[in-house]
């Protein structure tokens, strides 16, 4: 094996397309956004920096640091604001009364349910169009079935 042949981070141009690596960040619910975003770097900064960047340079090779940097505290935010949300959502499953959290329970199934059927839909549309929305709903599915399982065990917890 020639180690020449293998990229190094200095020869790997990133592009913005790179930022949609990882599952897409997290939904906030309104009713708790206040709660849950208390304290988390947003990362808005860095954001604007890559933007100027890209309206100087007009092209992503010359902006590979806003790139790393936003993406590095985008995985860092998302990390903390999904582990946040369940959090959040176990504290509320806690206190919830047994029929409210089977309604909830009710409720997350069916958002599971219709965003399976989005995904499908989506899977005929080709192209960049078709990725993002597959990628989006993709990682709004993951969320919710998270949720979704952890009301799952809760009911039955409380069911016995």
């Known amino acids: 094996m020639d180690v020449d042949s293998q990229p190094t981070m200095e020869e790997t141009v990133l592009v913005g397309d790179d930022l949609m690596l990882g599952p897409p960040s997290p939904r906030i619910p309104p009713e708790i956004a206040s709660h849950v975003l208390e304290g ?23 902006c590979q640091d806003e790139i790393v940097l936003y993406r590095q ?47 499908i839909l989506a899977s005929g549309i080709e192209g960049i169009e078709g990725f993002r929305q597959r990628w989006s709903l993709h990682g709004r599915l993951d969320d919710i079935r998270y949720i979704f399982s952890f009301m799952f065990i809760l009911n039955v917890q409380n069911s016995q």
């Open 40 to 62: 988390v770097e947003l990362c808005d900064r860095i954001l604007r920096n890559f933007f100027l960047c890209m309206q100087i340079n007009d092209i992503e090779p010359f």
């Open 73 to 119: 505290c985008a995985e860092r935010r998302d990390k903390l604001l999904r582990q946040r949300l369940r959090d959040s959502e176990h504290k509320l499953g806690l206190v919830m009364p047994l029929e409210q959290a089977k309604e909830r329970a009710a409720q997350l199934q069916a958002e599971v349910a219709s965003l399976e059927r989005r995904m």
